[in-house]
C-alpha cells in the first residue's frame, strides 16, 4: 500500500496500521506454481546435491526432486534452456507443490470480509503520531482524500506498516526500540508479459547469490499473476532511497535518526562493510549489467522484451547485538512494549508468506494471559499450531490436499 496506510478499527478499541502482511492469508486465489532451485557450476551444483539431500527426508518437503538430465531440464524449463550452452554445468531441483497467490486481491477481499462483519475499515489514511495516556494509545490520522487531521484511541495497536513503523514507534518514545535505527533498500526487477515468453516459463526458480553477496540478492525468475494478469519478473537489483515506503518522503533516514540509535548506525556501517559495497555495486550497475545477468537464467533475452520496475521497499533491521550495532538478519521481528497494549513489526521483509507465523508470535507476545483459553480455536484454524511439522506432518499434509497441492 506504499503510504496508503490501512487503519482498522473496531469500536475503536482495537487499532491495526498496516498493510499487506498484516492482512494475508492462504486459500483462495491460489495457483499452483512449481518452485525450482536452479544451481550453475560445479559448486553451485554439489551444494545443490547436498542440499537436496539434506532436505528429501523432511515431510514438509516430500517429493523433492533432483533434476541433472539435461533433456528433462530444457523440457521443464524451456525458456531457460533455450540457447544455454551445452557444456554449461548446470542442476535442478524441483518441488511440485508450489504456489502462486495474487495477495493485492486477496487483501481486498480479506478487508472486504471483515467489513461484512461490522469492523470498520479505512483506507487512504496515513497514521502521523502515537502515543500513551494513561488507558489507552491515542493516534493522530491523516485523511489523505480530505486532508484533514482526527484522532483514533485504543487498548490495543499493532502496528505492521512496514518501513512506516519505525518513525511511530519513535514517536511513542517505546523504549524497547530507542537504540533501533532503519537502513532502507529498494529491490528493483526486470518484468514482461509478453504471451510466448510467459508461455515458456511456468515456474518460481531461485538460483544461488554471487560470491560475497548477501543473502537477500539471491536471483530468482517468476511467474506473478497481478489483478488477473500474468507476467515474468526477474530479480532483485538493489537501490537506494532515504524513503522508508515506497511512496514515503525523502525525509524518512534522517528524520528517524536520534541520539538513541546514532551509535548503533555508525557500529552497523562498520561491521557491515560487505554489504555497503554490495549495494554500491548494485548501484554502478547499467541496463547492460542487469541484462548480462538476467541472460544467465534467459539465455536469449531482448532488452527490448523487457521493462524494470520498483516492486518495493524494504526497511531492514538496525539493532545492538552482542553490544554493537548490526543489520539483524533480513527477515521480520516482532516488538512489544512493556507497557503493554502494543504490538509491532518490524523488517525487511514482512511478506504475506510469513504472516501466518507472524501473527501468532504476536499473539503469543501480546495477550499470554489469554492464550490458554484461545488454544482450542487457535489448532481448529492451525491444525499444526503447536507443534513441528517434522514430528506431527499430517496437518501439513491435510492442508495440501484442501488447497489442491498433493
Not at 535442478?92 to 507443490?97: H, K, N, P, V
Request: charged fraction near 25%.
Amino acid at each position: 500500500m506504499g503510504s496508503r496506510v490501512a487503519v482498522v478499527a473496531e469500536g475503536y478499541d482495537v487499532v491495526l496500521v498496516g498493510g499487506g502482511a498484516m492482512s494475508a492469508t492462504l486459500g483462495v486465489l491460489l495457483r499452483r506454481v512449481p518452485h525450482y532451485s536452479f544451481a550453475r557450476g560445479a559448486a553451485g551444483v554439489e551444494r545443490l546435491r547436498l542440499r537436496h539431500a539434506a532436505l528429501r527426508g523432511h515431510p514438509l518437503f516430500e517429493g523433492l526432486e533432483l533434476v541433472r538430465d539435461r533433456d528433462a531440464m530444457a523440457e521443464l524449463l524451456p525458456l531457460m534452456f533455450e540457447g544455454r550452452p551445452a557444456d554449461e554445468e548446470v542442476a535442478l531441483c524441483r518441488s511440485r507443490g508450489g504456489t502462486d497467490v495474487d495477495y493485492g486481491v486477496l487483501t481486498r477481499r480479506l478487508f472486504a470480509a471483515l467489513e461484512r462483519d461490522g469492523v470498520e475499515v479505512r483506507t487512504g489514511h496515513e497514521v502521523r503520531s502515537l502515543s500513551r495516556d494513561r488507558r489507552s494509545w491515542r493516534l493522530r490520522v491523516r485523511d489523505l482524500a480530505g486532508r484533514r487531521d482526527y484522532g483514533v484511541h485504543g487498548s490495543f495497536v499493532f502496528l505492521g506498516a512496514g518501513g512506516g513503523t519505525l518513525p511511530l514507534l519513535q514517536s511513542a518514545g517505546v523504549a524497547e526500540t530507542r537504540a533501533y535505527g532503519g537502513f532502507p533498500i529498494s529491490g528493483r526487477f526486470l518484468r514482461t508479459d509478453r504471451p510466448e515468453l510467459v508461455a515458456a516459463h511456468h515456474a518460481k526458480v531461485y538460483s544461488h547469490a554471487e560470491p560475497g553477496a548477501p543473502s537477500l540478492s539471491v536471483p530468482h525468475l517468476d511467474t506473478r499473476v497481478v489483478g488477473g494478469r500474468t507476467y515474468l519478473m526477474f530479480g532483485p537489483f538493489a537501490a537506494f532511497s532515504p524513503r522508508f515506503l515506497k511512496r514515503g518522503r525523502l525525509t524518512d533516514l534522517p528524520g528517524s535518526i536520534t541520539p538513541g540509535n546514532l551509535p548503533t548506525l555508525l557500529g552497523a556501517a562498520r561491521a557491515e562493510r560487505a554489504m555497503l559495497r554490495y549495494l554500491v555495486g548494485q548501484l554502478a550497475q547499467t541496463g547492460r549489467d542487469r541484462l548480462r545477468a538476467l541472460r544467465r537464467f534467459v539465455p536469449r533475452a531482448r532488452a527490448g522484451d523487457w521493462e524494470p520496475i520498483t516492486a518495493g521497499q524494504r526497511v531492514q533491521v538496525v539493532k545492538p547485538v552482542n553490544g554493537r550495532g548490526s543489520i539483524a538478519g533480513f527477515g521480520t521481528e516482532v516488538v512489544t512494549s512493556a507497557y503493554g497494549g502494543l504490538a509491532a513489526l518490524l523488517g525487511a521483509s514482512p511478506g504475506a508468506s510469513a504472516s501466518v507465523a507472524i501473527m501468532l508470535d504476536v499473539i503469543e507476545r501480546a495477550f499470554p494471559g489469554r492464550l490458554p483459553g484461545w488454544r482450542p480455536a487457535l489448532r481448529e484454524l492451525v491444525p499444526a499450531y503447536g507443534t513441528a511439522p517434522s514430528e506431527r506432518p499430517e496437518p501439513a499434509r491435510e492442508t495440501a490436499r484442501t488447497l489442491g497441492l498433493e
